[in-house]
């Protein structure tokens, strides 16, 4: 299947599968790089930068496909040293990065010059578009009920992926459930539908009639 976001990470499938703390390891990375989505490596579950390099080594030894390294970048005062997390993403080759947490622009320069397509990770469409702003080629959509920390917003996809559709212009992904136009016909055909059976079989007191004693 060919579409924006295989084209960008040259991919066979449209599935990225999302950065996840200690439990995004080189072998699970591999095996969805070798099922033919990106697979991802999280970052900071690697105590160090060099812990790292050796975690994008063994996963090269288990695919020869495109994966990539998520970089959460959190709102913490003792930073994690992110350019060194960022050299050695560099320095092992990887292609592409999936940003999450606070804003990427900082460390997209050095990500850019290394030919590096970012993803940035988002619950808001107001941050999507910042991350389209400032230079992101892919933007991850996560609505309120996906996994992990669903943002502050509590805005659910249902109501945050069609709004995202209709303003961004890079590609995006999605988390969890697609709530496209064919979906909402569907359910709102199935409402109509149960609404006239039971507005048919509903009795004056509001029970049908089989339940009434
Ligand atoms: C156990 C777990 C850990 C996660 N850790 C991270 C993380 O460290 N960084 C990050 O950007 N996203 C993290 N996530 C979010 C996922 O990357 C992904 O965006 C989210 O799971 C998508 O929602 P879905 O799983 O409902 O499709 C985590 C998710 C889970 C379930």
Known sequence: MKTRITELFGIEHPIIQGGMHYVGFAELA????????????TGLTQKSPELLAREIARCR?????????????????????????????IEGGVKAVET????????LPYLKAAGIKVIHKCTSVRHSLK????????????????????GEDDVPNFILLPRAAEELKIPWRRSRSAPRASTWARASSRRRRRRSTRT??????????STRA
Not at 30 to 41: D, E, F, P, R, Y
Not at 200 to 209: I, K, V
């Open 100 to 107: 999450a947490g606070r804003n990427p622009e900082p460390y």
């Open 61 to 89: 030894e288990m695919t020869d496909k495109p994966f990539g390294v998520n970089l959460t970048f959190l709102p913490t005062f003792a930073k994690p040293p992110y350019p060194e997390y960022i050299r050695a993403i």
């Open 200 to 209: 048919s079989s509903r009795p004056s007191c509001g029970r049908p009639s």
């Open 30 to 41: 591999a095996a969805v790089s070798n099922a033919g989505g990106l697979g991802i490596i």
């Open 131 to 150: 991350a389209e702003a400032i230079g992101c080629d892919a933007v991850s959509v996560d609505g309120f009920e996906c996994g992990g920390h669903p």
